[in-house]
C-alpha cells in the first residue's frame, strides 16, 4: 500500500541574511549568481539534512526534538509551503496542516467570511463550507462573535477559528505542529477528541510537539530531528527515551560549564571575612541554624569567602551509580562528596550544607554542630560526604551551600550557591518535595492509569 507520507532524502538550505551579498532584485540574483549555489558555508544554515521516513496510512507518527532541530521546517515542506533544496516528498490524498493558524485569515472583514475564504483555499466548495459552518463555529466556541471583524478578536479567538477550519476540511492527511496550546484546558481535550475521532477514522496524523507524554500516549511510531539530522524512529517509548537522555547529556554539559565558570571567579578571590549584605548586615556565617539566619540567607548573594585555614578544594555530586554529575532524577540516592585542606591542626571546626531552590528559598539545611557531632582534630587531606536516600524534590534546578566553620559561626570556607544540579521527573506536579504517598478509591469510583 502507498504510504500517506513519503519523505526521501530531503534536505532544506537557507540563506543566511547579512548585510554584505545582499542581492537588490531577484533579476540581479539571477544575472549575478544562483541564489544559494555560490554562497559559502557560513553563509548558509542548513536546516534538514537527508531526512528520510514514510507515514503509512492510518498511522499518527510524532516528530519531537529541541527547538532548531528542524520540525517546523520538516512540517512546511511536507505541506507544500516551502520546497525542499534536495529530496521529494509525497503525500498520497487531501491535506491539512495546523501550522501557522489563520494565515490566510484578513483582518478586516468578519469570522463569517473568513471561514469561506479559508475553507476554500483548504480545498472545499462553498456549499461544503456551508454545510460545515454551524459545526466550525460551535467547534471554535464563536457563536457571539462571528459577525464582528478578525481584527477584533483576542489571539485565542483567532487561534481558535483557525484551528476548527483546518480540522474541519476532513482530510486524508492532518499535519499538526503544536497547535494545542491554542485555548484553555477544555478546548484541547476537544482538539485532542477530535484527534482520537481521525484516528478511529484511519486518518493519517504527522505531529509535531514537545509534548512527549503526548507522543508516547497517541503516536504509532515517533521520529526524533536534531539540529535537521534524523537521530532516530520507531518505537515512542524508546525514542522518546532516547532523546531524554540525549537532553540531560547536554543539560549535564551546560551545567557543568556553568558551575565551573563560578569556581573559576571565586576561586580568584582573595580570603576575606563574610561580605555584608544587601542591607549592611553580615551574609550567614553558616548554613540553617536558627530562623533568623534562615531570614538572612534569604538576601545573600553567590560567592565565596572566609580564611581558608581549612578550604574546601573540591566537590563533586553522585547519583545512585556513583559517578560525579548535574542531572538526576527524582527519588535519585544523592551524595555531595567534599574534599579540603586543614594545613595546621584545628580542633574547633563544623561542616554544613544547605539545600535551595532556584528562587532561593531554603528546602534544608544542616551541619554536623546541629546534629551533635562533637570535633576532634582535622589536618591535612580530608574528606566529608553527605548523602540523601531517595531524594524526592520536583523537577526544577537546586543550588547548594557548602561550609567549613567554627562553632561560633566564624568562617574558614564558605561557598555560597555555587553548585547547581537538576531534578528531572516524567511526574509534573508542583511545589519542591515529592512526599511518599498512595491514592486510595472506594465506593462507586472507577479510574484507571496513575503515576508512583
Known sequence: MRPAIDVINVSKVYRRYARRRQFATLKSALLDGSLLGDLKPDETFQALRNVSFSVPKGCTYG?????????????????????????????????????????????????????????????????????????IVEFAEMQDFIDAPVKTYSSGMYMRLGFAVAIHV???????????????QGFTHKCLDKFS?????????????????????????????????????????????????????SEEHSLAKAEAARLAASASEVPQAPPPDVDGEKAPENPVDDAETTRDGFKATEGRWGTREIEITQVSISGPDGESGHVFQSGDDITVHMTMTAKEPITDFVFGLGLFNADGVCIYGTNTNLEEFQPSEIVGECSVMFEMDHLDLVEGTYRLDLAAHKADGYPYDYHRLLYTFRIKSRVRDVGIYRPAHRWTFGGGITIKGGTT
Not at 95 to 103: D, H, N, W, Y
Not at 170 to 184: F, H, I, Q, T, Y
Request: aromatic letters at 4%; one cysteine or more.
Open 63 to 135: 516528530v519531537i526534538g529541541s527547538n532548531g532541530s528542524g520540525k517546523s521546517t520538516l512540517l512546511k515542506c511536507v505541506a507544500g509551503i516551502t520546497r525542499p533544496t534536495e529530496g521529494e516528498v509525497k503525500v498520497d490524498g487531501r491535506i491539512s496542516a495546523l501550522i501557522e493558524l489563520g494565515a490566510g485569515f484578513h483582518p478586516e472583514i468578519s469570522g463569517r467570511e473568513n471561514i469561506f475564504i479559508n475553507g476554500i483555499m483548504l480545498g472545499l466548495s462553498k456549499k461544503e463550507v456551508q454545510r460545515r459552518f454551524d459545526e
Open 197 to 249: 475521532d481521525f484516528r478511529r477514522r484511519n486518518k493519517s496524523i504527522l505531529l509535531v510537539t514537545h509534548s512527549l507524554d503526548l507522543v508516547e500516549k497517541f503516536c504509532d511510531e515517533a521520529h526524533w530531528l536534531d539540529k535537521g539530522v534524523s537521530k532516530g524512529e520507531g518505537d515512542p517509548k524508546k525514542v522518546v527515551a532516547a532523546y531524554i537522555m540525549n537532553v540531560e547529556d
Open 170 to 184: 476532513d482530510p486524508e492527511v492532518l499535519l499538526v505542529d503544536e497547535v494545542l496550546a491554542v485555548g484553555d
